[in-house]
């Protein structure tokens, strides 16, 4: 089994910056995929951004790429996510999540082991 709990988030305006943390407790942090994902009210959760293990690889949903930035540090057992440039349509509840086997198809996609409780970003305009 493995345990994320997720930490960091908050309101902020829009433009400004944020860091949430995922931290995995419960097996060996060897998980070779860790990944964001985010749902706003009233709709699906989406797919924000992955990191492998042990290369370090990492995907980014179009709509993040260049303001978010996701890092693993298994030394802490933990997983960040870097949001810079927040805009209001990132408002949504960010969701830790974790893969203990590549399955088939590319590295990112789902479906993923491990769900953490999420966490609320909220961003005013």
């Known amino acids: 089994q493995v345990q994320l709990v997720e930490s960091g988030g908050g309101l902020v305006q829009a433009g400004e910056s944020l860091s949430v943390s995922c931290a995995a407790s419960?097996?060996?942090?060897?998980?070779?995929?860790m990944a964001w994902f985010r749902q706003a009210p009233g709709k699906e959760r989406e797919f924000v951004a992955a990191?492998?293990?042990?290369?370090?690889?990492?995907y980014y949903a179009d709509s993040v790429k260049g303001r978010f930035t996701i890092s693993r540090d298994n030394a802490k057992n933990t997983v960040y996510l870097q949001m810079n440039s927040l805009k209001p349509e990132d408002t949504a509840v960010y969701y830790c999540?974790?893969?203990?086997?590549?399955?088939?198809?590319?590295?990112?996609?789902?479906?993923?082991?491990?769900w953490g409780q999420g966490t609320q970003v909220t961003v005013s305009s």
């Open positions: 999540a974790a893969k203990i086997a590549l399955y088939s198809g590319r590295w990112y996609d789902p479906p993923y082991d491990y």
């Open positions: 990191i492998s293990w042990p290369g370090g690889g990492t």
């Open positions: 419960g097996r060996p942090f060897s998980t070779p995929v």
